[in-house]
């Protein structure tokens, strides 16, 4: 979706968009976007399968397990590597599509962070490559940037800490990051490196091609993210989707706004991929909404709840960000995910967050230190807890101070963040890549990134120095006292 609207940004901006995806979803994707372009390939159903199983996963809103996301993210990265392959032609379903591509004189690559076949795609065909990170980057991309990672106020986004952590939390931090460091870099070196080798040069590995991305463009934004350090190739873009106009509600779904009355509306959303939830779980957050004043705009597709209160409307889809921006909507709850918690900075909206995987624990930990919203645990919430927790962001004023304060603060910027992601693709453009701003960093080897082989240099100067001072001085005292003692032996 974001990859869509800023390849939408760049075609009324008078560019030419191609989106390269494969055969069996472009129909769809060329009914949606009708002002792209299309290059196909044929992935043997491997795209299809990753979806059916991101769509299986995350169907059931409960978190995951380190050990469950340890294993579905191998499983994903092993098909991702397939659907590379069908894409660069290895495959053998359509081997010319480079070839096209390379006909065809493209000026720029934008790929997703986490597919890094984009990174091969700009290798092979001699452009630049913009790399857009949904959180900043994972820590395997701070190293190929050359960001120095100060884990001590850098926590981990998978962590849920902030930037003033105890101590036992930076020990886990630490760990949580250094795993995460050399897991990832094992991982994508082992999936895609025999690509790279393949397709651009054998010298090349994936973390080089990575660390030549010009330009990364990050959804993070100074007012909800922790301050860190940066490089010049970094552009914050947070809140992209959140600046779209607002349109008009159905009419049917205006008169449920207006009913509520000065007690107003919670709009609650727990994500495009999550359906459903246990029915254990559907219950309480049926009872505990139908105890409300406020009336409850829920977006749920599975089946209805047994103790649904009369208060409350369920919809399979909701227009989230139209809602937001209505004046009668008091709370979001949500589970934390970047677009709605950017779409609720942008519109001024106060949170009850319940983060269940990926980012969403360090999203929902800025949420609180910001003072937007509270943080529960989906797991081991009951309804006493759940209820407190609504009433204490609806009653208490200074969460809607706060959220409105912090919403000027996010809007109040010289362009919008899609204008300036915007800006910086087209500057990307016109000077055919950004290698000034790329650090010398990724280009050392790791003793000199150190300084050890200066630490070993200058070690060994003040090894020389002070043994030559201890020689000296053992030799002097040695002729002194051999003096002293001739001179006692004569007398």
Known sequence: MVAASIGQALVDKGHTVSVIVEED????????????????????????????????????????????????????????????????????????????????????????????????????????????SPDGGRFFDEIVTGVPLPLAYVPSVESGFTDQMTFLQRVENACRSSVSIMRRSWLFSNVYNDLVHKYVSEKDTIHSLTSRTDLWLYQTDTVLGFPRPSMPNMVQVGGLMAGRPVGPLSEDMEDFMQSSGYDGVIVVSFGSMVHTMSTERKEMFAAVFARLRQKVVWRYA??????????????SWLPQNDLLAHSKTRAFVNHAGLNGVYEALYHGVPMVCFPLFGDNPGNAARVVARGLGVSLDFRTVTSDQLYQALLHVLTNNSYRETAARLSRLHRDQPQSPMERAVWWIEHVIKHGGLPHLRARTVELPWYQYYQLDVAAFLLGICSAVLGTLWYSCSFVCRKVCCKRGGKLKSQ
């Not at 995350?58 to 991702?80: C, G, I, T």
């Not at 599975?302 to 208060?311: D, F, I, R, S, W």
């Open 302 to 315: 599975g089946e209805k709840p047994a103790g649904l209160g009369n208060n409350t409307k369920l919809m």
């Open 25 to 132: 979803i472009v129909e769809k994707r060329r009914a949606e976007r009708p002002d792209f372009t299309f290059e196909t390939f044929q992935d043997d159903g491997f795209g299809s399968r990753l979806r059916q199983f991101q769509d299986d996963v995350f169907r059931m809103a409960e978190p995951l397990f380190n050990y469950d996301e340890l294993r579905q993210s191998r499983k994903v990265s092993d098909w991702a590597r397939k659907h590379c392959e069908y894409l660069l032609g290895q495959g053998g379903q359509d081997s010319d599509l480079l070839a096209r591509l390379k006909t065809a004189q493209y000026n720029v690559v934008i790929s997703d962070y986490y597919l890094r076949c984009g990174s091969i795609v700009a290798a092979y065909l001699e452009i630049p490559h913009i790399a857009n």
